[in-house]
Protein backbone atom coordinates (compact mmCIF):
# COMPACT_ATOMS: atom_id res chain seq x y z
CA UNK A 1 0.00 0.00 0.00
CA UNK A 2 1.13 3.60 -1.12
CA UNK A 3 0.21 6.82 -0.04
CA UNK A 4 0.80 9.98 -1.98
CA UNK A 5 -0.02 13.21 -0.55
CA UNK A 6 -0.51 16.44 -2.25
CA UNK A 7 -1.92 19.65 -2.35
CA UNK A 8 0.11 21.59 0.35
CA UNK A 9 1.82 25.45 0.17
CA UNK A 10 1.58 28.21 1.83
CA UNK A 11 -1.64 30.49 2.85
CA UNK A 12 -2.50 33.34 3.95
CA UNK A 13 -4.58 33.85 7.24
CA UNK A 14 -7.97 32.83 7.07
CA UNK A 15 -7.64 31.95 3.48
CA UNK A 16 -8.26 27.43 2.28
CA UNK A 17 -6.17 24.53 1.08
CA UNK A 18 -7.51 21.20 0.26
CA UNK A 19 -5.14 18.56 0.64
CA UNK A 20 -5.20 15.41 -0.92
CA UNK A 21 -3.87 12.00 -0.57
CA UNK A 22 -3.93 8.68 -2.83
CA UNK A 23 -3.88 5.37 -2.10
CA UNK A 24 -2.37 2.97 -4.69
CA UNK A 25 -1.36 -0.89 -4.43
CA UNK A 26 -3.54 -3.20 -2.08
CA UNK A 27 -6.80 -1.17 -2.16
CA UNK A 28 -8.99 -3.37 -1.31
CA UNK A 29 -10.06 -3.64 2.59
CA UNK A 30 -9.07 -0.22 2.99
CA UNK A 31 -10.81 0.61 6.17
CA UNK A 32 -10.24 4.53 8.10
CA UNK A 33 -8.53 6.86 6.21
CA UNK A 34 -6.98 9.73 8.31
CA UNK A 35 -5.00 13.04 8.51
CA UNK A 36 -2.53 14.08 10.73
CA UNK A 37 -0.48 16.76 11.35
CA UNK A 38 2.75 17.39 13.41
CA UNK A 39 4.35 20.86 14.17
CA UNK A 40 7.58 21.56 14.73
CA UNK A 41 8.41 20.28 18.20
CA UNK A 42 5.21 19.05 19.10
CA UNK A 43 3.98 15.16 18.67
CA UNK A 44 2.12 14.17 15.94
CA UNK A 45 -1.54 14.38 16.23
CA UNK A 46 -5.25 13.23 14.86
CA UNK A 47 -6.77 16.15 12.67
CA UNK A 48 -9.57 14.45 10.87
CA UNK A 49 -10.55 10.62 9.95
CA UNK A 50 -13.38 9.22 7.98
CA UNK A 51 -14.59 5.49 8.26
CA UNK A 52 -15.48 2.98 5.35
CA UNK A 53 -18.77 3.71 6.24
CA UNK A 54 -18.84 7.37 6.04
CA UNK A 55 -18.65 8.31 9.35
CA UNK A 56 -16.39 11.11 10.38
CA UNK A 57 -14.30 12.86 13.42
CA UNK A 58 -12.42 15.56 13.90
CA UNK A 59 -9.95 17.41 16.52
CA UNK A 60 -11.59 20.05 18.15
CA UNK A 61 -9.36 22.52 17.55
CA UNK A 62 -10.20 22.22 13.57
CA UNK A 63 -13.92 21.88 13.52
CA UNK A 64 -16.23 23.55 11.46
CA UNK A 65 -13.08 24.54 9.61
CA UNK A 66 -11.48 21.29 7.99
CA UNK A 67 -13.65 19.22 6.14
CA UNK A 68 -12.61 15.31 5.59
CA UNK A 69 -13.94 13.41 2.50
CA UNK A 70 -13.09 10.01 0.46
CA UNK A 71 -13.49 8.93 -2.79
CA UNK A 72 -13.64 5.52 -3.09
CA UNK A 73 -13.84 4.97 -6.76
CA UNK A 74 -10.33 7.17 -6.83
CA UNK A 75 -9.21 5.63 -3.60
CA UNK A 76 -8.48 9.20 -2.30
CA UNK A 77 -9.62 11.04 0.99
CA UNK A 78 -9.23 14.36 0.92
CA UNK A 79 -9.23 17.70 3.71
CA UNK A 80 -10.46 20.76 2.96
CA UNK A 81 -9.09 23.39 5.61
CA UNK A 82 -10.96 26.58 5.43
CA UNK A 83 -10.30 29.89 7.82
CA UNK A 84 -6.78 28.53 8.23
CA UNK A 85 -4.91 29.81 11.07
CA UNK A 86 -0.67 30.31 11.93
CA UNK A 87 -1.67 27.44 14.05
CA UNK A 88 -2.65 24.90 11.59
CA UNK A 89 1.01 25.02 10.29
CA UNK A 90 2.22 21.62 10.18
CA UNK A 91 3.05 18.70 8.26
CA UNK A 92 0.04 16.65 7.24
CA UNK A 93 0.19 13.10 6.91
CA UNK A 94 -2.30 10.98 5.56
CA UNK A 95 -2.73 7.46 7.14
CA UNK A 96 -4.49 4.65 5.88
CA UNK A 97 -5.69 0.92 7.86
CA UNK A 98 -6.03 -2.03 6.25
CA UNK A 99 -6.02 -5.65 7.70
CA UNK A 100 -4.88 -3.94 10.69
CA UNK A 101 -1.80 -2.34 9.70
CA UNK A 102 -1.55 1.37 9.38
CA UNK A 103 0.04 3.07 6.66
CA UNK A 104 1.49 6.43 6.12
CA UNK A 105 1.74 9.21 3.34
CA UNK A 106 5.22 10.97 2.81
CA UNK A 107 3.77 14.06 4.63
CA UNK A 108 3.18 17.46 2.84
CA UNK A 109 4.15 21.28 4.82
CA UNK A 110 0.89 23.46 5.14
CA UNK A 111 2.17 26.69 5.92
CA UNK A 112 0.19 29.69 7.15
CA UNK A 113 1.24 33.21 7.44
CA UNK A 114 0.20 36.55 7.07
Known amino acids: VQLQASGGGLAQIGGSLRLACEVS????????LAWYRQAPGKQRELVAAVTSGGSTNYADAVKGRFTISRDSAKNTVYLQMNSLKPEDTAVYYC?????????WGQGTQVTVSS
Open 95 to 103: RVSRTGIDY
Open 25 to 32: GRTDNLNA
